[in-house]
């Protein structure tokens, strides 16, 4: 049997820009995850673990969850002050799913112009019109800042402590 050796570099992109969106999608599903386990922690659940649990919390979209997560804490804010930053955690967190949204769910292909990457997304469904945008690896950094700063702030939030700290070269 012939045994093939395969390379994927530099496809579909460059591998820069490959290496930032999986840092992107990585963090995002443990931001995800984070937010589940909040939610199920600010509605006194112990273990979900337990499947009637894992069903109930892990069944819900971002949104919903995020939903909850501001509800939960708005109900527990006098028992609970250090919940106070709530609404610019969960605005933190509504900004980090439109850059995670815009980076992820786009169409991204190797640009005409030289060594660029566009993305591609609709702008009008009803007329189907798209607008093209030059996207460089920075950008995805941000995003994967944005979304590792309100994974952060959540922890500060929920934990009432700061994580500790780690330097992003």
């Not at 955690?89 to 991204?108: E, H, I, R």
Request: glycine letters at 4%.
């Amino acid at each position: 049997m012939e045994h093939k050796t395969y390379s994927f570099g530099d496809w579909p992109l460059p591998e820069p820009y490959l290496q930032e969106l999986g840092r992107l999608g990585l963090l995002w599903a443990r931001l995800e995850t984070f937010v589940c386990n909040s939610v199920a922690n600010l509605a006194g659940v112990q273990n979900l673990e337990e499947p009637r649990w894992y069903v109930i919390f892990t069944s819900r979209s971002f949104d919903e969850n995020l939903q909850l997560l501001a509800r939960l804490c708005e109900q527990q804010l006098e028992a609970l002050p250090n919940l106070a930053p709530y609404p610019d955690v969960v605005a933190g967190l509504k900004q980090a799913q439109t850059a995670k949204v815009f980076y992820l769910n786009g169409s991204m292909r190797p640009s005409a112009y030289g060594d660029a990457v566009e993305i591609s997304r609709v702008v009008n469904e009803l007329t189907g019109e798209l607008v093209h945008e030059i996207v460089q690896v920075s950008d995805i950094s941000k995003a994967v800042l944005m979304v590792d700063q309100a994974q952060h702030d959540l922890y500060k939030l929920i934990c009432a402590m700061e994580r500790p700290s780690r330097i992003i070269a």
